[in-house]
């Protein structure tokens, strides 16, 4: 029995659309997204959505799991998610490898942090079986297996000591802002384009604002005050992103990352707007499931379904990057690929579910 | 960043070397050449360095015997396939061989396939957090790939010159990748001819990488077994890297004040 439409399940299906378009670089389309005018982008949502439907799984039935369950399947989840990623990356690679053939041209095979693999396959090789490797709008599922890879414990601190498990994230997030603590890349020198010490935090405000007591309890009671606080700072945000206007870096204090916008430590002022924005179009769901049914229930679909939509659009994305590529599109091929790609991921959600209903009606 | 065989260090100072000779005679007369060890023959094609602009951060740093700090960063600046090709070793050995008391610190944060506006972001990140005298910034290919929109690369170019302009850091730039099928595509030729146009008019150093690649491939074709096409990128960072090499110490030595000292080479 697949869930109803759900505002959860509503915003991650809208954030796997908009990472397939934010995931082909120069789409036309991509301008229509929010983060050309917000400082957060979906992946920010996804995050936030994933520590919400961990409190859910934990919590869900009003009863809090036993540890030893709970340890079960968080871990069975993780290795999930790193064969999903595993795959995945293989996929692309030979995607990537296909295209160069093909068009003949060797440059494709430097795409998205790719040059490692095929000029350095022995050391890039274990580096991908220890996510030490990634590639680019390839990233985010290590960064979740990392979080799952947590998950038993913020499952525990929550068992155990329940209000301690915000003050313990802010402060690995803050140690990690102030002395710029991130996982190396290797053999790539560099290091996470999403560093888990600083993501965790999105994961784990999910995970706490989805609870029904404590900061949860408080921030349902005081929504309205909040919506009308985070108008402001969602404006503020969006002034600065248009305008380009931010304090010189060069003379802002330390520790500086406090004071940058940075994806990869998701800081303080991107960290804000996101949840202002939270905030404010969380009241939107009820009016959508009530005028756009269809819409509602289409992306509760793909929702529902995420990590195969997920693994799926990007593997769209870069086949949609190298059709680009060879036809040199305008921007009707950009509407073919963004219909096209829209209609593959509701397949995917739908050969999922369609699945799960065959394998639940055999017993 | 000490990675590289003792092979590919000589390979690297012979080039260095090379490089070295071709830089006036005051600059020569001041800093210790290791000996010339081959690779020197190569002359930059036309379009490959046009025109040498001064680093006026890096002297600043070199003439007050500071550390130099480089960034690179971008699509894979002169990338680094194989343990001989390090790019940040040798740009750091040439200048610590040859210069006494010279501290240098090559920050590599180049991602291979990286778009500009990405790196443009990532720069403004890295200078605020490193404060590097110099940014190495290879940048256009596959933003033409991608079909980015050429005015806004333009303008990606030219606003993150101005503002690492304003923050006391000096740029040079690396154009575009070589290959054989794109020398007819017009999009792809079109962001060569904007990056041109834009370091010459905001006046910053370009190395052609596009132009190294080309004279490698058209050299190496007319030989009896012709390269492999996936050879000619490879081949072509060692023309791109003298070139780099050259230009930098071009605009370091040969370009100083009369009232600017040098820092003393090493006995």
């Known amino acids: 029995m697949v869930r109803r439409p759900n505002a959860i399940d509503f915003w991650r299906g809208f954030a796997l659309l908009t990472i397939y378009i934010n995931h082909i670089p120069g789409i036309y389309f991509d301008r229509f997204t929010h983060r050309n005018v917000l400082m957060s982008d979906s992946a920010d949502l996804f995050v936030f959505l994933a520590g919400w439907g961990l409190c859910l799984m934990l919590n869900g039935t009003g009863k809090t799991l036993p540890v030893t369950q709970q340890l079960y399947r968080l871990s069975a989840r993780a290795i999930t998610l790193y064969a999903a990623h595993l795959l995945t990356m293989s996929v692309a690679l030979a995607m990537l490898a296909v295209a160069a053939n093909l068009l003949e041209n060797t440059l494709i095979l430097e795409w998205h942090n790719a040059a490692e693999v095929f000029s350095n396959p022995v050391n890039a090789h274990i580096g991908l079986v220890f996510l030490t490797h990634q590639l680019g709008y390839f990233d985010i599922l290590p960064l979740y297996v990392m979080l799952m890879l947590a998950a038993p414990l913020v499952g525990l601190i929550n068992a155990k000591i329940q209000l301690w498990l915000l003050p313990i994230s802010l402060t690995i997030y803050a140690l990690a802002l102030c002395f710029q603590i991130n996982f190396r890349t290797w053999p790539a020198n560099g290091e996470w384009f999403f560093n888990p010490l600083c993501w965790q935090l999105v994961f784990v405000l999910g995970f706490v604002l989805a609870r029904d007591e404590g900061l949860g309890k408080f921030v349902r009671r005081q929504l309205l005050w909040l919506r009308v606080l985070s108008v402001p700072v969602l404006a503020i945000g969006t002034w600065v992103v248009w305008s380009g206007w931010w304090p010189d870096l060069s003379v802002v204090p330390e520790p500086k990352l406090l004071f940058l916008i940075s994806k990869t430590y998701v800081t303080p002022m991107r960290l804000v707007q996101f949840l202002a924005l939270v905030a404010i179009v969380s009241l939107l769901f009820p009016y959508l499931l009530r005028w756009l049914p269809r819409m509602a229930e289409g992306l509760s679909m793909l929702g529902r379904n995420s990590l195969n939509v997920f693994c799926v659009g990007s593997l769209l994305s870069l086949a949609a990057q190298i059709v680009r590529y060879a036809l040199e599109g305008g921007i009707i091929l950009d509407s073919v690929l963004i219909v096209t790609g829209f209609l593959m991921l509701g397949l995917t959600a739908w050969l999922s579910e369609w699945r799960d209903r065959v394998r639940a009606d055999r017993g | ?267």
């Not at chain 2, 050449?33 to 023959?41: H, K, Q, T």
């Not at chain 2, 957090?129 to 940014?135: A, G, I, R, T, Y």
């Open chain 2, 1 to 267: 960043m000490k990675r590289t065989s003792a092979i590919g260090l000589a390979r690297w100072l012979g080039i260095i070397s090379g490089c070295l000779a071709l830089v006036p005679g005051h600059a020569q007369a001041q800093v210790a050449l290791p000996r010339p060890m081959g690779c020197a023959e190569f002359k930059p094609p036309a379009g490959m360095l046009e025109a040498v602009y001064p680093l006026p951060n890096v002297a600043r740093a070199l003439s007050t015997g500071s550390k130099i700090k480089i960034l690179t960063i971008g699509a894979t600046t002169v990338n680094s396939r194989g343990p001989n090709r390090d790019y940040s070793l040798l740009i750091e050995n040439y200048l610590e061989t040859t210069v006494k008391g010279l501290d240098v610190e090559v920050v590599d944060r180049s991602v291979s396939g990286e778009l500009a506006a990405r790196s443009a972001e990532r720069i403004k990140f890295e200078v605020a957090l490193n404060e590097p005298s110099l940014v190495l910034w290879q940048v256009g290919t596959f933003d033409a790939m991608a079909q980015i929109p050429i005015h806004e690369f333009k303008t990606t170019l030219t606003k993150t010159i101005h503002w690492l302009r304003k923050h006391n850091a000096d740029l040079v730039m690396i154009g575009l990748h070589y290959q054989r099928g794109l020398r007819n595509n017009g999009s792809y030729q079109s962001f060569r001819k904007i990056i041109e146009q834009t370091t010459a008019e905001e006046q910053v150093l370009r190395v052609g990488r596009y132009e190294a690649e080309e004279l490698v491939d058209r050299i190496q074709s007319t030989m009896a077994s012709p390269i492999d096409k996936f050879q000619i990128n490879e081949n072509g960072h060692d023309c791109l890297s003298q070139v780099i090499v050259r230009a930098m110490a071009t605009s370091l030595f040969a370009k100083r004040a009369p009232d600017q000292t040098l820092p003393q080479p090493k006995p």
